[in-house]
Nanobody, 117 residues
Framework: QVQLAESGGGLVQPGGSLRLSCAASGNMYIIGDMAWYRQVPGKERELVAVISRDGTIMYADSVKGRFTISRDYAKSTVYLQMNSLKPEDTAVYYC???????????WGQGTQVSVSS
């Protein structure tokens, strides 16, 4: 089993920055891709960024050039650096880890990001 704990959300003005962290614990061996998703009320959860076990990265078009995902293997932590934040980035952000051995996914509890003046 794997547990994920997010931190770093909050309220920020448009144009500001936040850094989200997701610390993984448990059986690190089974973790494959790690990703950040976000969800607003009434909408489906959407992929923001994903980083594979070998470091391959992909971003949603809406965040390219503004967000950076990174992974610290020694700390079993994935980060999402968010710059030039916009009101439309407001959402609950969830950390996700894929089980590369048995399939399936693990989710964190979510952290609220609000962008408003």
């Amino acid at each position: 089993q794997v547990q994920l704990a997010e931190s770093g959300g909050g309220l920020v003005q448009p144009g500001g920055s936040l850094r989200l962290s997701c610390a993984a614990s448990g059986n690190m061996y089974i973790i494959g891709d790690m990703a950040w998703y976000r969800q607003v009320p009434g909408k489906e959860r959407e992929l923001v960024a994903v980083i594979s076990r070998d470091g391959t990265i992909m971003y949603a078009d809406s965040v390219k050039g503004r967000f950076t995902i990174s992974r610290d293997y020694a700390k079993s932590t994935v980060y999402l650096q968010m710059n030039s934040l916009k009101p439309e980035d407001t959402a609950v952000y969830y950390c996700n880890a894929g089980n590369r051995v048995f399939g399936g996914n693990y989710w964190g509890q979510g952290t609220q990001v609000s962008v408003s003046s």
